[in-house]
């Protein structure tokens, strides 16, 4: 039996490829009992163009807790913001293998609503 997390990998793996096939800017997204993590992330994958995260000290003074969906949702809006900065408007969304519910799917809506298309 294939243990939780290498399941995990394993869809991220397969979505990382076809990300690849398109030569697109990545959102990817990484999810912790405690926290959650964005990065936008070049399309030959060796460069973070922008990153939020739950763990940002400014970001923490408003939220409760890192682990819920209204820290997902500030996350998304804070990501795009910087991806917009960074001049970035079209991504290819990467879960890393996580289920598109709850606090990924917060993320990424939110993210789009601030205006970063995928």
């Known amino acids: 039996m294939i243990a939780k997390n ?7 793996r397969k ?4 990300i690849a096939e398109l030569k697109s800017v990545r959102l990817s ?3 912790t009992n405690s926290h959650i993590y964005a990065q936008v ?12 995260s ?11 807790s890192g682990s819920n ?3 997902a949702t500030v996350i998304g809006k804070l990501i795009a913001e ?8 079209q991504v290819a969304f990467d879960r890393g293998g996580f289920q598109y519910h ?9 993210a789009r609503e601030a205006g970063l298309k995928f």
């Open 6 to 12: 290498q399941a995990r990998l394993r869809r991220a």
């Open 15 to 18: 979505t990382r490829a076809k």
């Open 29 to 31: 997204v990484h999810r």
């Open 41 to 52: 992330i070049s399309s030959c994958g060796s460069k973070v163009l922008a990153a939020a």
């Open 54 to 64: 739950s763990l940002e000290p400014e970001v923490r003074k408003e939220l409760t």
């Open 69 to 71: 969906v209204g820290a």
């Open 82 to 89: 910087r991806a917009q900065k960074a001049g970035i408007e």
């Open 102 to 110: 709850g606090r990924v799917k917060a993320l990424a809506e939110a």
